[in-house]
């Protein structure tokens, strides 16, 4: 399994997504400039230009025509994907961290920092089919527990929201209230900060990845603990194949961390765990800092990480990965 190794961002990565036919991958980094890149060679499509910050998240449209994007500059930006033009931008108070289409891509979930002052919220805004009737206003404003943000999505049937961030508590909202349906109990839930929060395929449960060096599965509806997988350094990204039962952990220390430990190639790996067994079945070994992204191709056959190191990687799995047995 010979990785491809995209060069394009020259600051670390933060956030990678396929769009839903799997051709196209769209990465984020602390350099401004979301980029999309051919999911098969791993050739650079474009970017797309107008961000003052590092952006934190992205997400696509069902149609892959819509790209929207979360910055630290205070904007969320939506974009033609096919163009790179600028459609709308959003502007908040503070910086911008997760973003989310609805199904329909009729809404998009937004999350924002604590700010000077001002506590993180998580805000809902309607999206126009046409850009030049999209307005700025919310349709839902929830404040925010103490501390970031780190993931918001939708619940099934975007009749919930999912929350997530650095008081290491995943909440359930309603989306059309705002009130708070449930909370992950203390006991059983992440002791520290949740980097990272993926839906299944099928959207019935969800991976969330902690500095707490665990990763855990969860039922989407009722917020029951599945299942744990524990490693030996921080989480910062987690992802779940489509078609087998295999987790896929990265992470590595704190950036502010890195310099004081070797820079051996291969200290930074991304971990697959059998989702059902709780079992480490093997690495990929590759990035030269901690690994900050994960995404799996929808049709389960290639899977891409993005590092400090500024490289994604994106690595096609070979036959014998679809028969290992545990």
């Known amino acids: ?6 060069k394009g961002h020259e600051r670390p990565l933060t956030f990678l997504k396929y ?4 051709d196209l991958l769209f990465s984020c980094a602390k350099d401004h ?7 098969d060679n791993g050739e650079r499509l474009g970017t797309y230009r107008g961000h003052n910050g590092a952006v934190w998240c992205c997400d696509v449209s069902r149609d892959s025509m819509r790209l929207i994007t979360g910055s630290a500059d205070q904007t969320v930006k939506l974009w033609n994907v096919q163009t790179g033009a600028q459609l709308y931008s959003f502007n908040f108070d503070s910086p911008a961290r997760a973003v989310d289409f609805s ?25 126009a089919n046409d850009p030049s009737e999209q307005t700025g206003e919310s349709v839902l404003t929830i ?24 008081d290491a508590t995943i909440r359930i909202w309603d989306s059309e209230t705002g009130q708070l ?45 599945i299942k744990t997988y524990v490693t030996e350094r921080p989480v910062n990204a987690c992802a779940m194949s489509p078609i087998l039962d295999h987790v896929v952990i990265g992470g590595g220390q704190d950036a502010s961390h890195v310099t004081t430990t070797d820079r051996r190639a291969g200290k930074f790996e991304a971990k697959f765990f ?15 800092g901690p690994i900050n992204a994960l995404a799996f191709n929808p ?5 891409s990480s993005g590092g400090e190191d500024g490289y994604v990687r994106l690595h096609h799995f070979d036959p014998d990965y679809f028969n290992i047995k545990m």
């Open 1 to 6: 399994m010979r990785p491809i190794l995209m």
């Open 19 to 22: 769009n839903r036919e799997g």
């Open 33 to 39: 400039t979301p980029t999309v890149w051919f999911a």
């Open 103 to 127: 199904v329909g891509d009729k809404l998009a979930v937004i999350s924002t920092d604590p700010f000077m002052g001002l506590p993180s919220t998580i805000q809902v805004k309607r999206i």
């Open 143 to 166: 404040k925010g527990p103490q501390g970031r943000i780190n993931r918001a999505v939708w619940g099934p049937l975007n009749k919930t929201i999912i929350s997530a961030g650095e």
């Open 181 to 225: 349906l449930k909370e992950s109990n203390k006991e059983i839930a992440h002791q520290k900060t949740v980097t990272s929060l993926t839906k299944s395929a099928d959207g019935s449960h969800f991976l969330t990845g902690s500095l707490d060096k665990s990763a855990k599965l969860w039922d989407i509806r009722t917020l029951t603990l």
């Open 274 to 288: 059998h989702k059902i067994l709780q079992e480490e079945i093997g690495g990929v070994k590759g990035h030269f």
């Open 299 to 303: 049709d389960g056959r290639s899977f």
